[in-house]
């Protein structure tokens, strides 16, 4: 991503630490296996689920279907956070996204994405692009995809502690 802007909030970070450079925070998005997304249900509650997501050209992705709590909730309010990392307390990097969820429907980016799910787990996740998001190979269903484009990123080291906030633009 093209000027991204790292700032250490000292409030929140021990001494001697330093804000974590932006390509560090952006290898753990490309490798995480795990996200926590959470949405906003219609009447103001959260919703929170794990999903597997791709990092792509500056964005998170994931699919979900479309009658899923996290669909619906989007429908009505698109802002979500997205979270990985590890729950150790001594090291590690944890990685907040916060952003907006747009559908993906062009084919051609569809495809470029299966390819990304498909290379990052190995065969695992197979999908083949159509108009409305994935489908899967033997499933008549439809997997929406979206796409997370980072309004708001914070990185939390440990060991030292550490509380990065990254600023694009």
């Not at 330093?18 to 490798?31: D, F, G, I, K």
């Not at 791709?54 to 479309?66: I, K, M, N, R, Y």
């Not at 989007?74 to 990685?95: I, S």
């Amino acid at each position: 991503m093209d000027q991204v802007k790292s700032r250490l909030d000292q409030r929140f970070s021990g001494p001697g630490a330093e804000a974590t450079p932006w390509r560090e925070t952006e290898r753990v998005l490309e490798a995480a296996q795990l996200f926590w997304i959470t949405t906003v249900r219609r009447d103001g509650r959260p919703h929170v689920t794990p999903l597997v997501a791709v990092w792509d050209d500056g964005a998170l992705h994931f699919g979900t279907g479309p009658g899923e709590q996290k669909a619906v909730n989007l429908e009505a309010n698109a802002k979500v956070a997205l979270t990985t990392g590890c729950n150790g307390w001594e090291g590690g990097l944890d990685v907040v996204v916060e952003g907006e969820a747009e559908r993906v429907t062009d084919v051609a980016r569809l495809a470029e994405l299966a390819a990304a799910w498909e290379e990052k787990w190995d065969g695992q996740w197979q999908f083949r692009p159509v108009a409305e998001g994935f489908s899967h190979e033997g499933d008549e269903g439809i997997v929406h995809v979206f796409a997370v484009r980072p309004a708001k990123v914070l990185a939390f080291g440990k060991s030292p502690f550490s509380h990065t906030r990254y600023v694009f633009g």
